[in-house]
């Protein structure tokens, strides 16, 4: 069969920046009008803008999303001998995160349609050392909060929600990272508030855990050269702050267009046998539109549209508990494991075009049926 090459890459950030540029660029000089690079003007702005956007009394910025979950399990005081329940299904950063504090990742199955953490598995997880639960919104697709919350609160639990991809997704039209005791959320460049280098943000209304993280973020300490405690050099970049500051305003019309596209590839992928499309559940804001290729052909399908110049990743090839630094420590979690031999994320943007859209959905069915 011959093919035309095209090229669709799994994201394309070149529309977005053509149409902010001029905001970008007026942004980036106030700073370096100002010179404030470190903590300065558009740092605190930021910081209230998107507490206002999230409906929480406090955001604090800082390096990135990982910091930001280091930072909050910290705040939180978890550390050696403490177990944090999560999920196996996701960036090595959410366990690394439990980690890092010394504590100990257990790891609960997903659910298989979700991919998000079983929340009917969790208690049966839960020991005398359990501290907190932490669950991802994976893919941008909310985890049942309401369940979540119930756990912790009648056994005494911490919550801190990984949003990473999450931001602007809500739950029963709650925005996520806003139900426990901490959100941490990522600005890497291709989140759906991305910034253009690396930065992160943790969200709490609890005025002493906001004091405690504003403190860890600058070394320990909340007067200069006071250290109290160990703490971290993870400060927002200013000039990341204005870029991010820009952008803000556009999230809940970027996230409906993810929606739309989403909407189409399931449209276009329906009856297509071998995929299976995600659901497109309220909340959902589709940082990835992620599809599970049946028949062990994920691979091959994978293969064939790069041979087309269509770019696809696999989120995730190796659950958290089969990677190097944990295998062997926990028995296998069978829906995790089939997940990442199944899973294929396709082109997903707020600027993806419908016509490149249906050019990946005959890609796809093309690959199928050959």
């Not at 909060?145 to 809500?170: F, N, P, Y």
């Not at 959320?185 to 709490?204: E, R």
Request: glycine share 8%.
């Amino acid at each position: 069969m011959t093919t035309t090459r095209i090229h669709i890459p799994i994201l394309d950030m070149k529309p977005e920046i053509d149409e902010l540029r001029p905001e970008i660029m007026a942004a980036i000089g106030r700073v370096l009008d100002r010179a404030d690079f470190i903590m300065g003007e558009d740092v605190l702005l930021f910081e209230q803008e998107i507490a206002a956007y999230l409906g929480v009394k406090h955001a604090i910025g800082v390096n990135s999303g990982t910091d930001a979950l280091v930072i909050a399990l910290r705040a939180l005081g978890i550390g050696l001998g403490d177990e944090v329940i999560t999920t196996p299904f996701t960036f090595f950063a959410t366990a690394e995160s439990i980690s890092t504090v010394g504590a100990t990742p257990v790891f609960v199955d997903i659910d298989p349609v979700s991919l998000n953490i079983n929340v009917e598995l969790i208690e049966a997880a839960i020991t005398e050392r359990t501290r907190a639960i932490m669950p991802v919104h994976l893919f941008g697709n909310p985890v049942d909060m309401t369940r979540i919350m119930d756990i912790a609160t009648r056994h005494g639990l911490k919550v801190v929600e990984d949003c990473a991809q999450s931001l602007g997704a809500r739950w029963r039209g709650q925005q996520t990272g806003t139900f426990g005791d901490f959100g941490a959320y990522s600005f890497f460049p291709s989140k759906n508030l991305g910034a253009y280098g690396d930065g992160g943000l943790i969200a709490t209304n609890d005025d002493t855990l906001a004091d405690l993280a504003r403190m860890l973020r600058v070394h320990g300490s909340r007067k200069k050269y006071h250290n109290e405690v160990v703490g971290y050099n993870s400060r927002l970049d200013t000039l990341q702050a204005a870029i991010l500051r820009v952008k803000l305003p556009h999230v809940d019309k970027w996230n409906a267009h993810r929606r739309e596209v989403a909407r189409q590839y399931n449209e276009g992928l329906a009856g297509v046998a071998g995929i299976v499309a995600p659901d497109l559940t309220d909340g959902h804001v589709f940082h990835q539109y992620t599809v599970r290729v049946q028949n062990g052909n994920r691979d091959e399908v994978q293969k064939r549209l790069a041979d087309q110049g269509i770019g696809t990743m696999i989120y995730y090839p190796i659950p958290q508990d089969e990677l190097p630094i944990y295998k062997g420590k926990f028995s296998e979690f069978y829906n995790s494991s089939s997940a990442a031999k199944h899973v294929l994320s396709l082109p997903m943007g707020h600027f993806l075009d419908i016509h490149l859209q249906r050019s990946v959905i005959d890609s796809i069915t093309n690959s199928l049926l050959t």
